[in-house]
């Protein structure tokens, strides 16, 4: 029995015309840079998340670039959520052929006081260990679930969740400490142990499904970044930048060919895997 051959054409490899693309966490820094090289590559965006006005804000910039967007307001952590935002792009297109799992928590939607979100692990309150759990991972698990099934159903599919190079390597706490000898006081944030446990976990995930899927033509790759230089102190740049063999953080929209790459039939041999781009941290 014949299979299909991927096209000759590197082009159409990496085309997604007319492909339904939602994003969770897209009204995000990187939500949105992701949205907007989907549209470019000829996909539909459809960006999930909570805020309505940061949704819409987004969604008139990501357009405005590629030509179109649509929004759902939809709650990762809340599978109710999730599945009445999908059955609304499926009442308006029929399916959904690409899922980008970026939603994340950050400090900012985080229940606690915000200073909690960076406390030493010492002082960790549960409920942001308990929230980073449920947004991080139990929301890429119901997006992928929801979704998924539907993919499964129509027997075709691209999932790309977003882990993290601190989900395969540990965070180095050292770059967060005051330098006196370079003048660096020290940066009032750090990683979050929650937050590399998740990424973990979400890669852990992605092979699970990729294996599960697979006979199904659902591929489930993951994409795991390095940080992204945003106007960061500079003696903390240069202390990260010092563990990166390429010695420099990620830049604003590096990472949208890996994303359209693992959407696209471009990667169409490929599931299960870990795609990591971090100027080569993790070799190290």
């Known amino acids: 029995m014949s299979s299909p051959s991927a096209s000759r054409s590197v082009k159409a490899q990496y085309d997604l015309t007319g492909k339904i693309c939602v994003i969770t966490g897209g009204a995000g820094f990187l939500g ?50 999730i599945r009445n935002a999908v059955d609304r792009v499926l009442k308006r297109h029929g399916r959904i052929d690409v899922l980008i799992n970026n939603a994340a928590l950050t400090k900012y939607g985080c229940d606690a006081d915000p200073d909690a979100f960076f406390a030493p692990f010492e002082d960790t309150a549960p409920e942001v260990w308990d929230a980073g759990l449920r ?26 969740n977003i882990g993290s190079d601190v989900g395969i390597v540990s965070p180095d706490q050292r770059i967060y400490d005051p330098d006196p000898a370079a003048n660096y006081p020290g940066m009032p944030f750090n990683t979050p142990a929650f937050y590399s446990v998740t990424k973990a976990g979400v890669i852990h995930l992605t092979r699970h499904l990729a294996t599960l899927w697979a006979a199904n033509n659902v591929r489930v790759n993951c994409f795991s970044p390095a940080g992204v230089f945003r106007d960061h102190d500079l003696g903390f740049v240069a202390k990260l930048a010092s563990r990166i063999p390429m010695g420099r953080m990620g830049r604003i929209n590096e990472y949208k060919g890996a994303i359209v790459f693992l959407a696209s039939d471009a990667s169409s041999f490929m599931t299960g895997h870990n795609l990591v781009m971090d100027g080569g941290r993790t070799a190290w």
């Open 135 to 160: 947004i991080n991972l139990t929301g890429t698990m119901l997006a992928c679930k929801i979704i998924g099934h539907e993919m499964v159903k129509l027997g075709q599919g691209s999932i790309v």
């Open 32 to 81: 949105h840079q992701f949205a907007e090289v989907l549209g470019e590559m000829g996909g539909l965006p459809v960006l999930f998340d909570l805020a309505p006005e940061q949704l819409e804000e987004a969604a008139r910039d990501v357009a405005a670039y590629c030509g179109r967007c649509e929004t759902e307001v939809a709650d990762v952590s809340d599978e109710a959520s």
